[in-house]
C-alpha cells in the first residue's frame, strides 16, 4: 500500500510539468542561486505570473499545476492559483485559505503577524480562475481541496524548511480543518476563525435559539420589524426591485424569478446585520419600522442585504461555495417567529435553488459527521476562535477528551470578523503564545510566561487590514 502510494505521489508531481500556462514557466535554478523567485519557479508545474513590490516583503502570484482528481491523477489538469507572501525561510509559514477566491493584493494573516513569517495562500478549486475546464462538479469536494493543500505544502516544503501553520476564516476555518483532518501530519499548528460546523444539516435549532438572544431586545426588536416591514410592503418594494433589476441587467433564472430572489434577500436582513455588524451600529436601523418610508425600508435592507444578491449575476460567482453547502457543508435553516405565515412564501431556500440546474447535486451527511468526530477525538494543536455575536459561530467545532493542546475561544461581543487580537486578555495571551511555541518562534520569555506573549511583528496598516469582507449572500 505505501509503495503505491510513493508511486500515486510520484505520478502527481510528474503531472505538474505539463502546465503550459503562465507568463513564466518552470526552471531548474542555476546552481549556487538563492533568488526566491527562481527557487519558486523551480517546482515542477509553477509558473509566475506576477510580482508586486512590498517593503520588507516579496510577493508573488502564481499558477500551479494540479490534478482535476487527485485519485486519478492522470485524468487531466487545471491551474491553481497561489500567492507567496515571502520574508525569509529562515522564518515559519502560515498557509491561509479564505475558501473562496485568493487575493492578489498582499495582505497578511493575523497567525502571519503574530509569528513574523512568510504566507502562502491558496485559491480554493473551482473558484475562478481555478477551475478545470470542462468542470467535472464531482471533483469539488473537501477531500479533493485538501489534497491541492497537500500538494501544495509538499512543492514548497524543501524551500520554506521551518513550521508550517495553516489559518482561515469563515470557510477558510473550514477548509483549514478539514485539510487538518485529511493530512494531519502536514501542519504543526491550526488556527480557524469563525468556522462554522453544520454536523447534521437537518438540526438548525442552535441558530433560532441564537437569534432569540444575540445582542439586546431594543435591537432585535428594529431588525425584526424591518424585515417583516419588507415583506408587509411587498408589492411595491418588488416593482422597485424591478425597476432596479432592469436598470442594472440584473436576471433570476438560477433562483427562478425576482419573487424568489426578493424573499431570499429580506430573508438575510437579520443575519446578514449580525454577521458584519455590531451592536453599536443597531441605531442606523430604522426604529419605526411600520412609520418609515419604503426608500427607508429598501436602503436598510439593500445595505445589509443587497439586492443584488441572488440576480444571476449575484450567484454565479460562488456557485462553487453552494454547491459545497449542497452537497457536503449543510446550510441552515432558520425560523421566522415574529413574521406571520402569510407574508413567507417560500422560507429559507435551500443551496439547490442557487445552482444551476445543469450541475447535478447530491447531500452527504456522512462528510461533516466525520470531521466533527474527528477533530472532536484527534485534534492536536488546533485553536478555534469565534464571535459571540456571529450567526455562523451558533454550530461551532467542539472539543472532546482525545483533543490535546487544542482551544476553543470565543471573542465578547464579536461578529464574523473575531481574532485572537478580540479576546479577553488570558484567553489572548495564551492563544498567541501557543501560536508562538507550534511555530517554534516563542522567545523565552514566553515560554516562561505565556502572558508575556504578543505579535512578533508589528501592525501594519495595509498589509494587516481586518475588515470583514462583506458578501453580499448568505455565506460563511
Request: proline letters at 7%; charged letters at 25%; hydrophobic letters at 35%.
Amino acid at each position: 500500500m505505501r509503495k503505491a502510494l510513493r508511486w500515486l505521489l510520484a505520478l502527481t508531481v510528474l503531472i505538474g510539468t505539463l502546465s503550459t500556462a503562465g507568463a513564466a514557466t518552470a526552471a531548474e535554478p542555476e546552481a549556487g542561486t538563492t533568488d526566491i523567485k527562481e527557487r519558486l519557479l523551480s517546482v515542477p508545474g509553477m509558473s509566475l505570473v506576477e510580482e508586486k513590490p512590498y517593503a520588507g516583503y516579496r510577493f508573488f502570484v502564481l499558477n500551479y499545476t494540479q490534478p482535476i482528481d487527485h485519485r486519478k491523477p492522470s485524468k487531466g489538469t487545471f491551474q491553481q492559483r497561489i500567492t507567496v507572501l515571502h520574508k525569509d525561510v529562515a522564518r515559519p509559514t502560515v498557509f491561509f485559505t479564505s475558501g473562496y477566491n485568493v487575493s492578489t493584493t498582499p495582505r497578511r494573516s493575523e497567525p502571519t503577524q503574530i509569528v513574523d513569517g512568510n504566507q502562502v495562500s491558496l485559491e480554493y478549486r473551482f473558484f475562478t480562475p481555478s477551475r478545470p475546464q470542462p468542470a467535472d462538479w464531482s471533483k469539488l469536494d473537501i477531500w479533493q481541496a485538501a489534497s491541492d493543500q497537500h500538494r501544495v505544502f509538499k512543492a514548497l516544503k524543501d524551500i520554506y524548511g521551518k513550521k508550517w501553520i495553516s489559518t482561515g476564516g469563515s470557510k477558510g476555518g473550514m477548509t483549514a480543518t478539514y485539510y487538518e483532518r485529511f493530512y494531519p501530519r502536514d501542519m504543526d499548528g491550526v488556527v480557524a476563525y469563525v468556522a462554522p460546523n453544520d454536523v447534521v444539516n437537518k438540526e438548525d435549532s442552535a441558530y433560532d435559539r441564537f437569534f432569540a438572544r444575540v445582542g439586546t431586545e431594543e435591537c432585535r426588536d428594529r431588525l425584526n420589524g424591518v424585515q417583516r416591514e419588507a415583506l408587509v410592503r411587498r408589492e411595491p418594494l418588488e416593482r422597485k426591485y424591478a425597476a432596479f433589476a432592469e436598470e442594472n441587467g440584473l436576471t433570476f433564472t438560477t433562483i427562478g424569478s425576482l419573487d424568489k430572489a426578493y424573499e431570499a434577500t429580506v430573508l438575510d436582513y437579520v443575519w446578514g446585520f449580525w454577521q458584519y455588524s455590531l451592536l453599536s451600529d443597531c441605531d442606523q436601523i430604522p426604529a419605526d419600522a411600520k412609520n418609515a418610508t419604503d426608500d427607508e425600508i429598501w436602503t436598510s435592507v439593500d445595505t445589509i442585504s443587497g439586492f443584488s444578491a441572488y440576480a444571476d449575476q449575484g450567484l454565479s460567482n460562488y456557485t462553487p461555495y453552494y454547491y459545497q453547502a449542497g452537497t457536503q457543508l449543510g446550510a441552515p435553516t432558520i425560523h421566522f417567529p415574529h413574521i406571520e405565515k402569510r407574508y413567507i412564501r417560500y422560507g429559507y431556500q435551500p443551496p439547490r435553488n442557487f445552482v444551476p440546474r445543469d450541475i447535478p447535486m447530491r447531500f452527504q451527511p456522512s462528510a461533516m459527521r466525520d470531521v466533527d468526530t474527528w477533530v472532536r477525538h484527534n485534534a492536536r494543536r488546533m485553536l478555534f476562535v469565534n464571535g459571540q455575536n456571529d450567526p455562523w459561530s451558533a454550530e461551532p467545532f467542539r472539543l472532546g477528551k482525545g483533543a490535546k493542546d487544542s482551544y476553543v475561544f470565543t471573542a465578547p461581543g464579536m461578529n464574523h470578523g473575531a481574532n485572537v487580537a478580540a479576546l479577553v486578555p488570558e484567553q489572548k495571551a495564551l492563544a498567541t503564545a501557543r501560536i508562538l511555541d507550534w511555530a517554534g518562534v516563542a522567545p523565552s520569555a514566553v515560554q516562561a510566561d505565556p502572558r508575556a506573549a504578543k505579535p512578533l511583528a508589528k501592525f501594519d496598516a495595509k498589509l494587516d487590514k481586518r475588515d470583514v469582507q462583506r458578501e453580499m449572500t448568505l455565506r460563511p
